[in-house]
């Protein structure tokens, strides 16, 4: 430049922070089985020139990813350690989208005009909210994300309190809670499948599971043939063999994942395995001891 620049530094901008409560910690990230309850936290600071402004604005923005549903009347503000009226601030809550999630704003249109607190440069501002991990969340991969922004006034010489005051935005900050399945396969020796085999999965985390299970259906260009223990055979019933058979009804055979809400007392839940692949998955489950028991075994065997 030809000239002097004269800089005058601008005051600290404030911060949000996003964070999972669990077991007395803040983390960034946890595991969960899908119908756990998941605590989040997020904390807001001011900048260090919040005493030059007239008003301030104050805005989160919450987004939940569709694998987490928020739990209505969960969402509590405080400030400076005091809960603060739900009339002092405009809580809104998107509807479910299965693709997009939920949002979830909280704004004070002036932070700074709430009756009876005081905001400075050490005011913090936390929102506390509950929200389930639900049937749509990812499984492993890159788990379940929740993020939050904040929207602030950033111009002390024009704070009249108009929603066209200039403003700045934080970047996000991602907390994210992960869960997984369970795939076991069932064979003889000689690795051949055993199909017909049955497993009830229990523990403290299975709450919710999505088990892949298999439907058969009357279909005369169908397949299949039920037997009399329930399971299916591709083998048509000859003279020899008949008396094994439920009847001579065709079948198809699909597969499907059911939702199964465990025992409340035994935390349990039952699945069959595949009669082509011989496995089978449960799905939805957090970190924790779980138990594997074979309570029906297959066709022929003890």
Request: net charge negative; glycine share 10%.
């Amino acid at each position: 430049t030809n000239g002097t620049l004269t800089f005058t530094p601008k005051g600290d901008v404030p911060t949000s922070e996003k964070k999972i409560l669990e077991g007395g910690e803040e983390v960034d990230a946890n595991s969960a089985s899908i119908g756990d309850t998941v605590n989040y936290q997020i904390k807001g600071t001011m900048p260090s020139n919040i005493d030059n402004y007239k008003t301030y604005y104050y805005q989160f923005t919450d987004t939940l990813s569709k694998g987490l549903t928020y739990t209505p009347d969960s969402l509590k503000v405080t400030i400076n350690g005091k809960e603060v009226a739900a009339s002092n601030y405009k809580l809104t809550v998107s509807d479910y989208d299965k693709d997009k999630g939920t949002t979830i704003t909280v704004e004070f249109k002036n932070l700074k005009g709430i009756d009876g607190v005081t905001i400075d440069k050490g005011t913090q501002v936390v929102v506390t909210y509950i929200a389930t991990l639900n049937e749509d969340a990812v499984i492993a991969g890159k788990g379940n994300p929740n993020d939050v922004k904040l929207t602030y006034s950033n111009d002390p010489n024009q704070s009249s309190g108009g929603e066209n005051d200039p403003k700045g935005e934080t970047p996000k900050d991602e907390v994210i809670t992960y869960t997984t399945e369970l795939t076991i396969k069932k064979t003889d020796d000689e690795g051949d499948i055993l199909p017909g085999a049955e497993f009830t999965l229990s523990g403290e985390g299975v709450n919710i599971v999505l088990v892949t299970e298999e439907v058969f259906t009357e279909d005369t260009n169908g397949k299949y043939y039920k037997l009399k223990d329930g399971t299916y055979t591709t083998d048509e019933p000859t003279e020899a063999t008949q008396d094994a058979y439920a009847d001579t009804t065709k079948y198809t055979r699909s597969t499907t994942v059911t939702a199964k809400e465990a025992d409340k007392t035994k935390h349990e839940v039952v699945g069959t395995v595949d009669s082509e692949t011989g496995k089978l998955t449960f799905t939805g489950l957090g970190a924790g001891d779980y138990t594997l028991t074979e309570t029906k075994t297959p066709a022929g065997y003890n």
